[in-house]
């Protein structure tokens, strides 16, 4: 959806609910472009492979199922339905998948129509394979076959179709009649799809050592699963918070807030820098919303020591949110906590000078409180 008719339609789109699967206003699906794209079983079922290696001296890995592999080879396959698409990586984990596509040159259809092409070839060996017939009646093109529809009836997406009832489709996930429901219908992957847009340099290595690194990862979130788990409504002093990390660096009682100046020189920052080293050394919990650049100095200087950190974020969380690469180690050592005060957006904006004073108010508040254990 181009940006005027997003804002043409906003008066009537009613709130805007966060979401991971909702495309970016105002960018082109069909032009040339690197993706990185995350689809998800439905209800989260385990159908595609098995994690292996949960052992220290072993090698995390996924064994992939006979549907695993079938998925891996229709994705490899992508290229063959649409030239103008390039398979570049794949990491098929046990519910879910991390794929690579580098849309080399303008294509005819939207990006949402070559992963849905996919789905529907997926979704033919899940019938196949779990021996579950179509239904009688009411059966879609999409369902029956990828290619069913002439391109004179394929219509353009609704691209606001996730919006509306992603909620609902998202926190389905747990309920076993749902499932049933799914199943029936012979459908593989849950609802829509998230997308990553290359843009940045070295962006592309970073998604790369990100998949390769994914049972890795997935392992040590088992090993230690309730410092990657989304806890929401966590309360101090006064304000509530979702969280991911360990909680407990909230009850230190020696905390220390981290607010810097933007106009620090570089030798001044290297001064703030030892300085706060020095502190957590000592034992105390450094507090941060990591906002000017010394205060990014010493987040980073003190994630590289191995000592504890409590990060204020302003970038929300959902359900499924995990630690960027950058903080996973921290995490699982269970010296790190990202703090978010505020909802999950599928866009980052600027910060304004009011949101960056109010996250230096709520750091200094959590400096002076402990939590009030107000866990949803």
């Known amino acids: 959806m181009d940006r005027a008719t997003f804002v043409s339609h906003q008066p009537f789109a009613g709130e805007k609910k966060p979401s991971m699967l909702r495309r970016r206003v105002g960018h082109d699906y069909q032009s040339r472009c690197i993706y990185l794209l995350t689809l998800t079983v439905e209800g989260r079922q385990p159908l595609l492979g098995t994690l292996h290696g949960l052992e220290e001296t ?4 996924v064994e992939l199922t006979p549907l695993g592999r079938c998925i891996r080879e229709e994705w490899v396959a992508v290229s063959q339905h649409h030239p103008e698409v390039s398979s570049m990586a794949l990491q098929v984990m046990p519910d879910h998948l991390h794929g690579i596509l580098f849309v080399r040159e303008p294509m005819s259809q939207h990006l949402s129509m070559i992963i ?10 899940y019938r196949r394979l779990f021996h579950i017939p179509l239904p009688s009646e009411g059966t879609v093109s999409a369902i029956m076959s990828p290619y069913a529809a002439t391109p004179s009836q394929q219509r353009k997406p609704d691209l606001r179709g996730p919006q509306r ?12 009649g749902s499932r049933g429901e799914n199943r029936s219908k012979g459908l593989l992957w849950s609802h829509g799809y998230n997308d990553h847009i290359l843009e940045g340099r070295g962006e592309l290595d970073r998604w790369f050592a990100y998949l390769q690194d994914n049972p890795r990862r997935l ?10 788990r989304v806890r929401f409504g966590v309360r101090v002093g006064g304000q509530e918070f979702a969280a991911i990390g360990n909680r407990f ?6 905390k220390r807030q981290v607010q810097l100046t933007r106009s620090l020189s570089e030798t001044q920052i290297k001064a703030e820098v030892q300085k706060h080293l020095l ?18 100095a010493v987040m980073r ?15 929300g969380f959902n359900e499924f949110s995990k630690p960027g690469h950058q903080y996973f180690e921290a995490c699982a050592d269970g010296r790190f906590l990202i703090l978010a005060p505020w909802p999950h957006e599928n866009q980052r904006i ?24 107000g866990f949803n």
């Not at 072993?58 to 890995?61: A, E, I, L, M």
């Not at 992603?166 to 926190?171: G, K």
């Not at 392992?219 to 990657?228: E, L, M, W, Y």
């Not at 000078?353 to 996250?359: F, N, S, V």
């Open 116 to 125: 849905k092409g996919f789905k529907a070839r997926c979704n033919q060996h």
């Open 279 to 296: 502190l957590a050394q000592r034992g105390s919990v450094l507090v941060s919303p990591a906002i000017s650049r010394g205060e990014q």
């Open 249 to 254: 660096l909230l009850d230190y009682p020696d």
């Open 350 to 373: 600027a910060l304004s000078r009011e949101m960056c004073l109010t996250l230096n108010n709520m750091t200094n508040n959590i400096c002076n409180q402990t939590s009030e254990y």
């Open 165 to 176: 009832n992603n909620d609902d489709r998202e926190t389905r996930d747990n309920n076993q």
């Open 301 to 315: 200087a003190v994630l590289d020591a191995r000592l504890p950190l409590i990060f204020l974020t302003p970038w």
């Open 219 to 228: 392992a040590i979130r088992r090993a230690h699963p309730d410092f990657f």
């Open 58 to 61: 072993d090698t995390p890995y």
